[in-house]
């Protein structure tokens, strides 16, 4: 692989997705910089069989990146991966073009599967920080995992998902994560029947001082019939 047009290419996707970047110069100071080269190396020794220099290679830009990409992977282009420290990508994972991901994030096994036992991403998927994608199947092409979820099982296109485990909470949102990189303002089923529950609490309530109006009321009035 040509270094320069490497250089060139991972230069165009971090100033794309950082707004922090200044110059194109600074891609060289970003961790995943050098984690994906070096990943793009071992992984050409992997496909000819030469295991332990292309494994040498990548716990070496482990260790120096916090980045820890298996050179078995296969990874489409322009991966970005921000800040970095604790990624692992694990040998049978598969992403596609265009995925962005953040701190602490982990695409592995489950300890059970053999084979195929990492996940498949499609193109323009996002993982927010620290979330955890665990076992062999799909996340569905423009689909966004937000910050700490724990992913189990499979994620059609264009879905939202947030949790622990985690649950798809909006689907058919067509906007391409890369260009929507905001892992904050992500649904919250939990908070949205929390809210539910509390606006019925306070229907209940208002309909019960109502009615116990109502009953003294009418005992107030039966009180002075009688007298």
């Not at 950082?18 to 110069?25: I, L, T, Y």
């Not at 716990?59 to 282009?77: C, D, L, N, V």
Request: proline fraction near 4%; charged fraction near 25%; include cysteine.
């Amino acid at each position: 692989m040509n270094f320069y047009k490497y250089f060139k290419e991972q230069a165009a996707v971090i100033k794309e997705r950082d707004p922090a970047m200044k110059s194109e110069r600074e891609a060289l100071l970003y961790p995943c910089f050098w984690a994906i080269w070096h990943y793009r190396r071992a992984h050409e020794l992997y496909l000819k069989g030469k295991f332990y220099r292309a494994r040498k290679i990548s716990q070496r830009s482990a260790r120096k990146t916090g980045i820890e990409i298996h050179p078995g992977a296969t990874i489409g282009k322009g991966l970005f991966i921000d800040h970095g420290h604790g990624v692992v990508i694990g040998e049978t994972a598969i992403l596609g073009d265009n995925v962005t991901l953040y701190q602490g994030v982990t695409l592995g096994g489950t300890g059970k599967e053999n084979g195929k036992r990492h996940p498949t991403l499609g193109d323009n998927v996002m993982v927010s920080a620290g979330a955890k994608v665990l076992g062999s199947f799909t996340i569905g092409e423009n689909s966004k995992i937000g910050a700490g979820s724990v992913v189990l099982s499979e994620v059609p296109p264009n879905c939202t998902v947030v949790g622990v485990p985690g649950r798809i909470v909006k689907m058919d949102n067509v906007k391409i994560p890369r260009n929507d990189l905001d892992q904050v303002h992500l649904p919250d089923p939990m908070m949205n029947h929390i809210n539910r529950l509390t606006r019925e609490n306070e229907e209940m309530k208002m309909l019960l001082d109502s009615l116990t109006q109502k009953i003294e009321n009418l005992k107030k009035a039966e009180s002075e019939d009688k007298k």
